[in-house]
């Protein structure tokens, strides 16, 4: 029985049939890999750009095959359609992505396909990237540390009125920082959505995109996450920031986690597991008198991970530096991004992204780590 892999979705969406194609399109098409040949199906209005621009070796148009289901049934529906084109090249087992539409995969097991869900990622060399995928997401960071640097000047040239920083006149407020840093990606051709401007109490919590005015004295959590137009690689950097003088226990945080950060890049190589970085790192809190638990009615403490895998996803799985076991290669794409969050004093955060190496890691960009400004 002749076996295919099979992915109908669009490249928005499957950053695997994007990897396996190299075609960008906004609606879905149909895909598969048969004894090492690529094939697409395509639509009259994407088949000669999918033919020029992909990297299949095969582009095929979807019409004569939509002209047989319908012959053969009034009405067909996409397996049909599908059941048309895996036919013709005896195709009969079919391996999946888990993100398949469990309507799909019913209507072609009914048609008699043998389906097998595949791995996570579908192509799971992608997360080892090639020294070209290191320098699409190096530029990509370099226009984050950008972004982030022009959200720290914005801050330092504000000043103090009513407790409250007020840059050229008006009020900066969370709102108004994150527009700014969005609109700068954009200029530049990044997207960028949910980045977080997050000060004081709002900054204990990690995805707390932040609200209201920015204020002195207190911590301001810049954590800036694109996507490029162009390669479609993502970034992510995160600074923390003080404007005037911080408090001392805010001091204190601040040098731990930098300490703490500092402690986790020199882990970071190829072979080692994630969650031995992971633990040294909570240890260490732990040791400058920094605990992790449930306080208060809340989690305060270092209670996320300390890195995750990134590239054509924001989070790519299942690369982690967290209690999961995960042995870094090289090639992994990883954040390396401690944090601590105490309510009275505020959140503390500091992330980069490195790339792996046999023997240590590479740092994508580079950007101060200072607290006031």
Do not use: W
Request: charged fraction near 30%.
């Amino acid at each position: 029985m002749s076996q295919a892999r099979f992915i109908y979705d669009s490249t928005e969406k499957n950053s695997d049939l994007y990897y396996a194609t190299q075609f960008r399109a906004p609606d879905a098409f149909i895909f598969f890999e048969h004894r090492g040949k690529k094939y697409m199906v395509m639509n009259d209005l994407e088949i000669d750009r999918a033919r020029k621009e992909s990297c299949a070796h095969r582009v095929l148009s979807i019409n004569g095959y939509v002209k047989r289901a319908e012959a053969a049934k009034e009405k067909p529906g996409q397996a049909d359609v599908i059941h048309e084109i895996l036919s013709e090249r005896k195709i009969r087992s079919l391996e999946v992505p888990l993100s398949m539409s469990f309507a799909l995969v019913d209507a072609l097991r009914k048609r008699g396909y043998k389906i097998e869900a595949g791995p996570y990622p579908f192509y799971p060399e992608r997360l080892e990237k090639d020294n070209e995928e290191k320098r699409n997401i190096l530029v990509t960071q370099l226009t984050v540390f950008a972004a982030i640097g022009m959200a720290r000047d914005a801050i330092a040239d504000s000043k103090v009125k009513n407790r409250q920083l007020v840059l050229r006149g008006r009020p900066l407020t969370s709102d108004r920082l994150r527009t700014m840093i969005n609109v700068f990606l954009l200029e530049r051709g990044y997207v960028a959505s949910d980045t977080i401007v997050s000060c004081g109490a709002h900054s204990i919590d990690p995805h707390d995109i932040g609200a209201g005015p920015l204020r002195p004295n207190e911590p301001i959590i810049v954590d800036v996450f694109p996507r490029s137009i162009k390669t479609l690689f993502y970034g992510d950097a995160t600074r923390t920031f003080c404007k005037g003088r911080a408090p001392d226990a805010l001091k204190k945080i601040y040098a731990t986690v930098k300490e703490g950060q500092k402690l986790g890049l020199s882990m970071v190589r190829e072979g080692i597991n994630g969650r031995r970085i992971h633990e040294a790192i909570l240890a260490l809190f732990e040791k400058r008198g920094y605990s992790t638990g449930e306080k208060g009615g809340r989690m305060q403490g270092f209670f996320h991970g300390t890195g995750h895998g990134l590239g054509l996803d924001l989070h790519e799985e299942p690369v982690r530096i967290t209690h999961r076991d995960y042995v870094l290669k090289k090639g992994n794409v990883i954040s390396v991004e401690p944090g601590l969050y105490y309510k009275g004093i505020g959140g503390v955060r500091i992330e980069d992204i490195v790339f792996v190496t046999k023997t240590g890691c590479d740092v994508l960009g580079r950007f101060p780590k200072e607290l006031e400004i």
